[in-house]
């Protein structure tokens, strides 16, 4: 899981990508133009060209519902365009889908097969960030964010989502390992203390 950050869809702004450039090829139509592209899943994107038309691309095709390419069976300007979002980030490819960042609601495009919650960049805590625990308030170090569910990894008795201490967090959040912090660590002194790893559900940690 790798999300990236997209510009947001939602109220689709028809728009073109470029300044008109007084060109006739589709291809340099299909970035003047004003349009916006619509994923519908599966592969699918409604191009909204105004108000109340819009053609449907299916990439898995390579069809569009456009005259020009029902009449002509070019490639036309519709399904450029849909090729050029997808690669500019502007909309999920084809085995993608968009989501919310569990954690500050930035819309993210993730595996189509990644199940909610997600993060983003920002909020997927890398080895080495200082967290707080919200329930007791300690600081600890992150060691490794797990692509593992809370549900699905055991601590002793416990999976980490039916842990006591771990009820009203979501059993679906992804698993964060963290250590408490040592004082001067060395790994001489680690290894003389045991530095135990401790399991969270993602929500359960802040960014200090
Ligand atoms: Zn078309
Ligand atoms: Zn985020």
Do not use: W
Request: charged share 35%; proline share 9%.
């Amino acid at each position: 899981m790798v999300p990236t950050k997209p510009t947001r869809t939602t109220n689709p702004r028809i728009e073109p990508l470029v300044p008109d450039g007084r060109t006739d090829s589709r291809a340099a139509r299909a970035r003047s133009e004003p349009m916006a592209v619509v994923p519908l899943g599966d592969g699918r994107y409604d191009v909204v060209v105004g108000a109340g038309t819009a053609y449907t691309v299916a990439l898995p095709e390579g069809t569009c519902t456009c005259p020009d390419y029902q009449y002509r069976e070019t490639r036309c300007k519709h399904l450029r365009r849909v090729a050029i979002e997808i690669t500019d980030r502007r909309v999920p490819a084809p085995d993608e889908r968009d989501a919310d960042c569990a954690a500050c609601g930035e819309r993210v495009f993730v595996d189509a097969e990644t199940p909610d919650p997600v993060y983003c960049d920002d909020c997927t805590l890398d080895a080495g960030t200082l967290v707080r625990d919200r329930e007791r308030g300690d600081v600890l170090v992150v060691v490794d964010t797990l692509q593992k569910r809370a549900r699905a990894v055991d601590v002793g008795d416990h999976t980490v989502a039916t842990h006591p201490s771990n009820e009203g967090y979501d059993p679906d959040d992804v698993v964060v390992e963290a250590v408490y912090p040592v004082r001067d660590a060395t790994p001489e002194r680690l290894r003389e203390r045991g530095v135990r790893t401790y399991a969270f559900p993602r929500g359960r940690l802040e960014r200090v």
